[in-house]
């Protein structure tokens, strides 16, 4: 049995002392909304009006270079855009698989910290999955990130500034056979987002707030992946915003969910199934039931009962992921014959199920594990 890991009193606050010591990066327009932007460019002694054009050349445009600011005056160019466009994601890596339509980004922080992204082109659409911390501190045995432990949360513009990065990858048309315009972002990169809830929740609305405050996707194409922090599910549902949220259950009974998804000591199986419930209803929207598919260990027909009980005539849809196993791993993804006899009997419980592709497979797909392979090198 794993060890209990640190969990925050209240959503907002930080996970164990790491987290807290952890010095985060210098500020960013994206981390404050338009009227904050506006009284800080007039505290630097500019017109309010410089951070309409400043957030437009960010978020309408895909731009940070001060040098193609041409609409302002060139002095003011460089000062504004050090004060409010500091770097930082620097760029260590960048993969590409699936003939360019999945490209892998890892990035080093001010502070040093690795974090990455991944961008996924489709026919209809493209999505980008983001980290909102660096490490994760929900310590989940199968996770790579969840074996480093945490260092740090992500600032709202270090979250937001992967988005924006990718929406100008696309925008360039580097994704073969995609739209040219990112439209999806899911929370399923490295880090537990409800374990970083302010900053997570200011990078929501910055994402979804029209040009020039921000990007303009639409709140319905936002995944919010967790494994269960149920007071902050709960707050979420309070927010008022229409994104998806997805619960890693990876087990419907408390003696294995104990051990895969160590939260559950504090949060049991009903519980988080519960505020899952409250928050479709209160929402509207479809909770995602994100299911990791471990041989021998949650993939045996009585658990796919048991799962398709709980959740019959539910507002879910329970998305299966054939485990990426980790390096130095017990565990190993089901066999197919195992994986399709489980699908079947969650449809035959009336249970919505799919099973999600396994793209970014050869670049080590989202599951922290390029930024493992760049520590350990
Ligand atoms: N902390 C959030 C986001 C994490 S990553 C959460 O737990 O939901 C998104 C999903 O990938 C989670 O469902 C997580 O459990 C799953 N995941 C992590 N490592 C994996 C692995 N090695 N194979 C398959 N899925 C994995």
């Given amino acids: 049995m794993t060890s209990l890991p640190v969990i925050p009193t209240s959503p907002d606050a930080p996970i164990g002392g790491a987290a807290r010591r952890a010095a985060m990066p210098p500020r960013h327009l994206a981390d404050l909304d338009l009227a904050g932007r506006q009284a800080l460019v007039a505290e630097l002694g500019e017109p309010a009006f410089r951070a309409k054009q400043l957030s437009n050349h960010y978020f309408g445009r895909l731009v940070r270079d001060p040098e193609q600011m041409t609409d302002l005056p060139a002095a003011t160019r460089a000062r504004l855009a050090e004060q409010l466009l500091p770097r930082l994601l620097n760029p260590v890596r960048e993969m590409a698989c699936d003939d360019g339509a999945t490209r892998k980004a890892l990035w080093r922080l001010h502070d040093g910290s690795l974090v990455e992204s991944v961008l996924m082109g489709y026919p209809d659409r493209i999505t980008v999955c983001i980290s909102s911390q660096a490490g994760c501190g929900m310590a989940c045995p199968f996770c790579a990130t969840g074996q480093a432990g945490l260092t740090r949360n992500l600032s709202t513009a270090e979250i937001v500034d992967q988005a924006v990065y990718l929406a100008g990858v696309a925008a360039s048309g580097a994704v073969a056979g995609a739209p040219p315009r990112l439209s999806h972002v899911v929370f399923m990169g490295m880090g537990e987002p409800l374990a970083n809830y302010a900053r997570v929740v200011a990078a929501i609305r910055r994402l979804c707030a029209p040009a020039p405050e921000g990007l303009g996707l639409s709140q319905r194409h936002i995944t919010v992946s967790t494994v269960g922090l149920v007071p902050?599910?709960?707050?979420?549902?309070?927010?008022?915003?229409?994104?998806?949220?997805?619960?890693?259950?990876?087990?419907?009974?408390?003696?294995?969910?104990?051990?895969?998804?160590?939260?559950?000591q504090r949060w049991k199986v009903a519980e988080v199934l519960d505020a899952a419930w409250d928050y479709a209803g209160r929402t509207g929207r479809r909770v995602s039931i994100e299911y990791a598919m471990i041989r021998d260990v949650n993939d045996q027909p009585w658990r796919a009962d048991l799962l398709g009980r709980l959740l019959a005539g539910r507002l879910a849809h329970v998305n299966l992921i054939p485990l990426n196993p980790t390096p130095g791993s017990r565990w190993d993804a089901s066999p197919k014959p195992v994986e399709r006899e489980f699908v079947r009997r969650l449809r035959e419980a009336g249970v919505s199920t799919t099973v999600r592709d396994t793209r970014g497979r050869e670049i080590d797909g989202a599951c922290g594990q390029l930024a493992a392979a760049e520590v350990a090198s």
Avoid at 242 to 258: E, N
Wanted: hydrophobic content about 45%.
């Fill in 232 to 264: 902050a599910i709960r707050r979420l549902a309070d927010e008022d915003l229409s994104v998806t949220l997805a619960l890693s259950l990876h087990a419907p009974d408390d003696d294995l969910r104990d051990e895969l998804v160590p939260v559950n």
